[in-house]
């Protein structure tokens, strides 16, 4: 089980060819308290790089964006009643959607813990 | 002498009851107010009217059987109800209402004399146009004004507000790219435009990318004119942007927007930084809304409605909307559908059922006619030597991310950079209502962290100024320091800080008996 990050504040977690999408902590704590979050539907393609969500704090409204190409499997039921969840647990039981990978090998550009981390601390 | 010493004492009395609760709860004056729901009973009534008559249903049981659930109160309840509630709000009558790219000015009461002439006021869109010539000459005449003071070729005058008006030009822009058989598909929407841009693209279909500001808070041209090309249907540009600065390469940026066979549209609710100065139609924009509701003072914010009439190039007369009026001899004429002809042909349609707000046309010909072309010239330098000021006189206390790149236009910007851990712009804005002045538009422009956005406005005095000035210096340096106690503004306001986040996440919209939300609690 690895986690991959993005530069645009999404994590990443893989499971064999099955990926669970988020925001990050460091993401959840710049938005503020989060008030809505709008969920790709199951079945739909994203691209990487691609509008995939949308996630509504009290500050603003952001897109997130797909960090790999796949088809949308399942979405987090549970943030439509209590998007609180993306505050309180951003990188567990505040995921946003899973995936199917259709290409794996775009996991290579993505950065892990250690480089987020520093990532971070430059913004 | 003849000594009288019923008469009642000049001087207050020692002060000795300080700290007794009166039997309403020491509100004073302001009395708290319940909801209108919450008074009166459903048979009350301020009007004498006939009970209708028993008549027989033909609804088929479909009749509702349950009270309609309307307030009933008399005509004194109801203006003490409402007037009650105006005193606990903040409004341009008020004092300063510095919100960046709103333009909250003054509404001049000359206009609402010359809105209320019965000629304007008492009359029906429908009524036969023979009837209506005065109106719709005000409405030709109105609209010549700002064609002129734009540069441009024509004028929609129907849109009923700024997020319409947009939704007015890229309707004609569409229509235009699809009357050459171009179908384009991506609007450019730079990040120093206003928030409704990118919404109104995405609602006439269009998918939305933004390109970035550069480090002077303007459109990066090297960057725009590298993502243009054949699938690029237009740029919509906020000029001056919502940083509060003019764009330099507008000329530019439209070349090479034309040049890729785009258009430019132009979100005109900055135009009083630029009234009487520059000319849009000079910059290459095919279509700008104009805020009358901003630039031209007619009342918003609870004060009435918008109006928001677009200018088009000559290149998309030919595509703006019906009706419009047209002088045609000695007589105003309404084109419409039926009336239109061959020359209107390729008009995208009708936005609205009617000719446009009527009263707010009234008004805004009202603030032309009595400002003249050398007043509203006045204007927009009023306006953009007051936001300067404000920005000269708060930099050393506040950081204004892009105060060395020149002086700005209407509205000032600045960022939280330097306040203590834990306080942030929004303690700052409640804080300032303790100290008596709404608040300024606050966390946008997105481009800047924190951002304060202050817009005067030329209405205000220098002595205004420099009291919002002295407001905001204390609350900024208290946000520096670290105090607390920002943390708990306002206090001093008829309301404490209200939970937002509670209220995004669950709303209540709908009132309820005490009795029936208990029950669904």
Redesign the interface.
Known sequence: MTVHYTEEHEWIQIEGDTATVGITDFAQGQLG?I??VELPDAGRQVTKGGEAAVV?S???ASDVYAPVTGEVTEANQALSDD??LVNSDPEGAGWFFRLRLSNPSELNGLMDAEAYKAFCENQ | MSMNREGRPTRPEAAAGEATATWTGNRALMLEEPLIFEMGEESGTGVDIEDAPRVASRLGGLERNRPIGIPGLSEPQTVRHYTRLSRQNYAIDLGIFPLGSCTMKHNPRLNEKMARLPGFADIHPLQPVDTVQGALELIAELGGWLVKLTGMHSVAMSPKAGAHGELCGLLAIRAALEARGDAREVILVPESAHGTNPATAAFVGYRVESIPADDRGRVDLQVLKARLGPDVAAVMITNPNTCGLFEPDMIAISDAVHAAGGLVYCDGANFNAIVGRVRPGDLGIDAMHINLHKTFSTPHGGGGPGSGPVVFSEALTPFAPLPFVEKQGEHFVLVEEETAGEHHASSFGRMTAFHGQMGMFTRALSYILSHGADGLRQVSGDAVLNANYILRSLEDVLDAPFGASGPCMHEALFSDKGFAEGLSTLDLAKALIDEGFHPMTM?FP?VVHGAMLVEPTETESKAALDQLIGALRSVAERAKAGDESLKAAPIHAPRRRLD??QA??KPVLVWKEPAQAAAAE
């Open positions: 308290d008030v809505f509504e009290v500050k603003a998007p609180s | 966390y997105l937002e986040t995004a996440r």
